[in-house]
């Protein structure tokens, strides 16, 4: 039986239309997800972490044939991946709270560690963390589709040490966050398909900013001036109509023309304009002397 057969037609949980006015949205839509169940996330700080790299070679790959001079020296560490590994995992459900489960399992968080020799050459080992976990989450009950257990990792070394034999001791900050997923399908709203805009090209330009500034040398801090040294009756003006009127060196009709506000707002201004006009002049006889050298 179909989702659109006679029997299921305008069914509340089967796909179809919408009906009446529901601010744009057109359908209801099956669509098939991750669905989190639970998660939690613990941070901690493990000491003294004794981590066995794998393989230590050199950063640059000129120098592969050549071995490490001791001593080594630790530089740092981080993880290498996002994504840890769940190992021995256990799930007892609790009876007297349904829908939860005690979790235990060890994650593996691989990590790089940064080192130098005495010869000052930078090397990089691959090495892994285990860290223990016994949380208490979500669980879903058993259905035909299982439900799985993920987990995002991040490891950041404060401190460390070459021990030998290629092994380190650390001092990691860890974050671990697991997840309770199942891959379902959800029912949901739904505005109608996405509509794709054209691309926009990338064009630098270089020029722009100081062709604008050498022809229009007034700016944001002339309009602000204007507007804020312009008789109160003239404050809804727009900032460019203030300084059009100050670059003609005049006054509009009905602005006192004795008013003392008015005089050093022109001549604030053209100040401005000349100091202006004399560095970016200055500016361009540099740039044309540098290139004719």
Not at 3 to 24: A, L, M
Request: glycine share 6%; proline share 6%; aromatic share 8%.
């Amino acid at each position: 039986m179909s989702f659109y057969s006679y029997k299921n037609c305008n069914q509340d949980c089967c796909p179809g239309p919408i009906k009446g006015e529901c601010r744009g949205l057109r359908e209801k839509v099956c669509v098939q997800v991750k669905k989190v169940y639970d998660s939690c996330m613990q941070q901690e700080q493990l000491d003294k972490v004794c981590v066995t790299v794998s393989d230590m070679i050199p950063v640059c790959e000129c120098e592969c044939n050549q071995p490490f001079t001791p001593p080594i020296c630790f530089e740092s560490c981080r993880s290498s991946s996002y994504t840890g590994t769940i190992r021995n995992l256990v799930i007892d459900r609790i009876c007297d709270r349904p829908g939860f489960a005690r979790v235990r399992c060890a994650v593996d968080i691989p990590i790089d560690i940064l080192f130098t020799d005495s010869c000052c050459r930078e090397g990089i080992g691959h090495g892994v963390i285990t860290v223990s976990k016994d949380v208490l989450l979500c669980i879903p009950d058993e259905s035909i589709v299982p439900f799985t257990m993920e987990s995002l990792v991040s490891a950041i070394c404060v401190s460390g040490r070459y021990c030998g034999n290629n092994t380190f001791e650390l001092t990691i900050c860890v974050t671990v966050i697991l997840k309770v997923l199942a891959e379902v399908e959800m029912l949901i709203p739904s505005f109608g398909f996405c509509s794709v805009p054209p691309c926009e090209e990338f064009a630098e330009n270089v020029c722009g900013e100081r062709g604008a500034s050498f022809f229009r040398p007034w700016g944001r801090i002339d309009a602000r001036l204007a507007q804020r040294t312009a008789p109160s009756a003239y404050k809804k003006w727009p900032a460019s109509m203030a300084i059009k009127l100050a670059g003609f060196g005049r006054a509009p009709s009905g602005w006192p023309a004795s008013s003392p506000r008015s005089t050093g707002l022109l001549a604030q201004a053209m100040r401005t304009t000349v100091r202006r006009l004399r560095s970016t002049a200055w500016a361009v006889v540099a740039h044309l002397a540098a290139t004719a050298g």
